[in-house]
């Protein structure tokens, strides 16, 4: 960097690529991968996502990690956001469920209910 229009050009494609994740329009996946979550196995469930998502090909699918979501004792929490849609957070998730809530609720619109955080509070 030698002058402030290098600067300001590291500035703007800076703003570009956040404005990029703002405008985002597919379904939005996004794991819990604090500490807790990772300790309760967070990772293979993230991995398990990218890989089904990759396997089918869905384009318009990003899988993204977080820190901490608020509720360890419900981890791996998984939150998915679509569009037209109000934001769906499943709990206890393992990799072996994955592929369901990929068939029904990411391709399909329907979200498992019997994972979400509303099952386990009955």
């Known amino acids: 960097m030698k002058s ?11 703003l570009d690529k956040v404005n990029l994740r703002r405008e985002h329009e ?7 991968m604090a ?15 990218m890989d089904e998502i990759n396997k089918r090909g869905l384009l318009n699918v990003t899988v993204a990690q977080t820190g901490c979501i608020g509720m ?4 791996p929490i998984v939150e998915i956001t679509a569009p037209g849609q109000e934001k769906v957070t499943y709990v ?4 072996e469920k994955v592929a369901r809530v990929v068939a029904e609720h990411v391709v399909n619109g329907t979200p498992v209910a019997e994972y979400t955080i509303g099952a386990q509070d009955k």
């Open 4 to 14: 402030l229009a290098d600067l300001e050009a590291i500035r703007q494609k800076t």
């Open 26 to 32: 597919g379904t939005r996946i996004v794991v819990g």
């Open 35 to 49: 500490t807790c979550g990772i300790a309760a196995g967070a990772r293979p469930v993230m991995l398990a996502f």
């Open 72 to 75: 360890c004792r419900l981890e």
């Open 92 to 95: 206890h998730m393992t990799p």
